[in-house]
């Protein structure tokens, strides 16, 4: 079996939980992986906190990668151009090489250039000062990761786990996935978007929260749920109901209840040979040709492709 190398690139500020997310989920995936770290000249790195690192690679290591992730720094740090060392480093890195940013490591690819004409997102915080510093980009602040083939892109802090694990997913299955998500205590897939982490306000203690009836949702997805159905278990009128579960998941309850819909298809899809109508009516799409219709607004691909993608992997 052929082990993946992913070189992860520490520049001077970053952070260090950020750092050590690729050697700590992919590192989890059965031997699949080879995490190596480099810097852009080889020498320690500089983090925000109060240590440095000391890396055994030096930017040479680039030139061997089959995926290169670029670790977020400290936005104090952040400019709209690269220093020189660093274009030379990314230089080093192979045509069609699958590139990965944590955080505000985004504004690194984007001040290369790689990025215009392209999808991505970053760390909330930063997006109005990332608008307004590469407007070619396509950004968009309220998912957790952004996969826009080779370049892929996501938000802050732990969402450098959200797309460890879908590179994971992507590469080798859902089940190597989810073992890998078990293993280090993290949900496999995390719903909703950045907006549910966006400053709010505290809502009144004692008031009613959704996480009961989204968890009832999920074990009825099958059926043809209502906004009226949703409400009515959480005991709240639709208008308080829809605002509420908007505060605490950042999307309305029917496009919530699409994305699960549209997961549960993908695992069908992969983990089962059950019919496209017959994985249709198990999560709650009328027809065939609506969960193709949604499947491919979601990821861009039809079921079939995206099952003969991961029949492989299975």
């Known amino acids: 079996m052929r082990r993946e190398r992913v070189v992860v690139l520490a520049l001077d500020g970053v952070y260090p939980f950020e750092l050590g997310i690729p050697s700590r989920i992919l590192g989890a995936a059965d031997g699949r992986y080879e995490v190596l770290t480099c810097s852009v000249d080889g020498r320690p790195v500089r983090t925000n906190a109060d240590f440095g690192v000391t890396v055994e690679h ?3 290591a680039l030139a061997t990668a089959d995926t290169v992730v670029i670790a977020p720094v400290a936005p104090d740090r952040i400019t709209g151009e690269v220093p020189g ?3 030379a480093a990314l230089a080093l890195i192979r045509p069609g ?8 490591g985004a504004f690194v690819l984007a001040a290369a250039g790689l990025l215009d004409g392209r999808r991505a997102t970053t760390h909330w915080q930063v997006a109005d000062r990332f608008r307004r510093m590469f407007p070619r980009v396509d950004l968009d602040p309220d998912v957790l990761f952004v996969d826009d083939h080779p370049f892929l892109t996501s938000a802050g802090a732990a969402s450098g786990v ?8 992507k590469d080798h299955g859902s089940r190597l996935a989810n073992s890998v998500a078990r293993r280090c205590v993290v949900p496999p897939f995390r719903d909703g978007g950045q907006a549910q982490y966006i400053e709010q306000p505290v809502p009144e203690q004692g008031a009613a929260r959704t996480a009961a009836t989204r968890a009832w949702a999920l074990e009825h997805l099958g059926e043809p749920l209502t906004l009226a159905d949703l409400s009515g278990h959480a005991r709240m009128s639709q208008r308080t109901f829809a605002r509420r579960f908007h505060d605490e998941v950042g999307l309305s309850p029917g496009r919530w209840l699409i994305q699960q819909r549209v997961a549960r298809a993908r695992h069908l899809l ?3 040979d059950l019919t496209v109508d017959q994985i249709a009516g198990r999560v709650g799409f009328a027809t065939g040709a609506s969960l193709r219709q949604h499947l491919n607004a979601a990821i861009g691909v039809s079921p079939q492709a995206y099952r003969r993608t991961f029949q492989t992997a299975r």
Request: contains cysteine; aromatic residues 0%.
């Open 270 to 272: 992969e983990s089962s």
């Open 85 to 87: 060392d660093v274009l």
């Open 162 to 169: 959200d797309i460890c694990l879908h590179l994971v997913r």
């Open 97 to 104: 090489t699958r590139i990965v940013s944590i955080c505000t």
């Open 58 to 60: 030096g930017p040479e």
